[in-house]
DNA sequence: CTATCACTACTTTTT
DNA sequence: GTAGTGATAG
């Protein structure tokens, strides 16, 4: 067997091992300090860079790499970056092609995932596997894991979708397959058994499809990796620098393939005209690991991130050499002081204290609101003001430790007409409508995809329902074969003949766009595809609004196709679906476009803004109620907590209400025990929590219990103001609908009554149709600016 | 085969 | 409060 590696270009001369470095050139090293330095300049088989919060590690890294890159020790492609999203991937690239020029060509900085799926897909056609297999995204698993279910009717034994979807993956990146499971499994529990049998076939679905889902992507490599050292050592002996991003949040298996490609090279894997530098047994040595992390940053437990990878890093390194950096150059002293105090409290942590010479800067703003409106009221005011002042929307982020507490920030957002965006909020590509183009796209890539094609057989609609489908299923079943073959017998199946010309029509059509998959763009297959089918046409065609949104989704998404290509212009249509299916929030976010952002704390990690606003501060959500029963779960919560203020350079603000509504009823809420670990004095309470209760009242209420005890929210300079009855009025006023007010217009000196602030004089217009804006001068509630289609107005 | 209505489980975080 | 499911009628 004999594997080529397109684009690998043979074994490079290695001209130093891991020798001095003095050379690496001053301009690289200007600014830095000497923890930095010395992490920039270190030679070693490995490094562990411990980078505290805003330590100024992605500096670090990018002038490591660019080091290596200038005294040519090493080739660029001889360096594997490992970041956590797409987009720090691509800024370090650019980082790095802005010290050292086009010497940056032909590394390779990705994610695991993607890195995985490059490796795989150059290597599937040796291994029997197709090359165009596709991605199962966690709705896909869940569809295919729902469907087994159904056929093995075990959920009367207790087995969710969410439990075995949930369950697999762990074990997964554990690195434990189906039979292996079935090895240690306990066959006498129904349950383990049942859990068993819909793990084989899961994994046997996945395989019939020719889909990996996203734990497969690494550990198939691993199994790969493992299976075939031949296979293995192509990567050993290409990637000489291998550096990992976030090593704090690897899992086990992300661990593994670590191991595998910082491996030796066994002498009979050397080929025989190598350039690479021998060890005197003929071995070539392991490559360098550089990783870089921080423990308490740690956030991922949930997804198999196992802390202890970073913090044994020493003893699976006993040569490693460890580096902190401690000085912080992002944040205020005051945040600083916050995350320190917070942090602190995880008691099995090394010590590590930030410290900044930027000064103290101002004191954290709290405010308790009264519902999760009142508290979006707090912040799109707040966001407003510093807009005012001068702060581009574009430095500031508003930070949710779930997904469903965007919703009353958005409303209120879109109330106040402030620009925002939901960075893996929006879930484009979670929309029905997408993902019925997609599994179009995936079905002309991949026929063996059953599930794509199931999604699509009666989309849009052409008279293929349960029965039809069932038969031909039936007949796939039978013979062995993908569903998409059994289309291709529809006149032997015995169907009416209206039926049997639709499919005819389908199977055709797939056929035609699949001849063309490797060759054509991405845009011109899914525009034959939607023409031919009608769908966007049919979305037109009705009168309902929700379906011409639809048939504009489709659009951005043809529009996406053709971008694709303009950034790729040999990108294939496979290339094109990897990049959607490996998308991460993060990926989303654009820091040019005029508008704030509203993330989980998950998505935050990484990033850092000017201003930012930590809200929902409560106990039950940070710490989330889901993570009381884990060991580590409120310590894990912490840290998030701490990832959260920690990404603040000048301003935050911590937010949280006194009654939050899930599950349709609405509950009192806490203060979370995160917010008295601050110090008090670092606090300056617009409202406090301590003074405010949730009829608006003034009463102190009690907080956790220990309202007597020193009560650490009373503070003596800044006194909370009483809420004021205005305030209390609208704050619990505010509805969740969104309006229409049609095309209602406005112009200056128009008076207007607002559902919630009462009757006020227009002051000024701007924007044009839907998106005209009006400035008001409310009589009592101050200036606000209202989008007019939408706010709740009327002219007098 | 499709449309409508009632019912229930659901919200932790993500590649 | 709602998305997704399942039963029933058209």
Known sequence: MSFVLDGFEPDHPTTSSFGGSSEVDE????GLNPQQREAVLYRGRALLIVAGAGSGKTSVLTRRIAGLLDTREAWPSQILAITFTNKAAA????????LVGDAAQGMWISTFHSACVRILRRQAEAFGLSPSFTIYDSADSRALIKRILKELEADTL????SSVA????KLKNELTDAESFARGANVDDPKESAFLEVFRRYSEGLARAKAFDFDDLIAQTVYLFRAFPEVAALYQRRFRYVLVDEYQDTNHAQYALIRELVRAVKPQNVPADTRTRLEADGSIAPASLTVVGDSDQSIYAFRGADIRNIVEFER??????TILLEQNYRSTQNILDAANAVIGNNFDRTAKNLFTTIGAGDKITGYTGYSAHDEAQFVADEIDKLRTAGTSLNDMAVFVRTNSQTRPLEEIFIRSALPYRIPGGTKFFERAEIKDAMAYLIQVVNPADDLALRRVLNVPRRGIGPATEATLQAHADREGMPLRDALRDVEQLGLGPKVTGAIRTLVDLLDEASGQALTAAPADIFALLMERTGYVTGLRATRDAQDEARAENLEELLAQTKEFRKQNPEGTLIEFLTN??????????????????IMTLHTAKGLEYDTVFLTGIEEGLLPHQMSAGEPGGVQEERRLFYVGVTRAKRRLFFSLAMQRSQFGDTTVALPSRYLQEVPAELIEWRQSPGFANSRGGSQPRALNARRDSGDRFSYGTSLPPAPNREKREWANAVTAKVRDNGDLTLATGDRIRHADFGEGRVTGVTGQGPKSIAEVLFDTAGRKKLLIKIAPIEKL
């Open 27 to 30: 301009r690289l090293l200007a």
């Open 166 to 169: 949930g369950r697999i993956s």
């Open 158 to 161: 207790g087995l969710t979708v």
């Open 316 to 321: 699976d390194f006993p040569e490693a050499k």
């Open 580 to 597: 959607v299916a490996l998308l991460a929030a993060a990926d989303e976010i654009d820091d040019t476009d005029g508008s704030v952002s």
């Open 91 to 98: 800024e370090m690239r650019e980082r790095i092609h802005g």
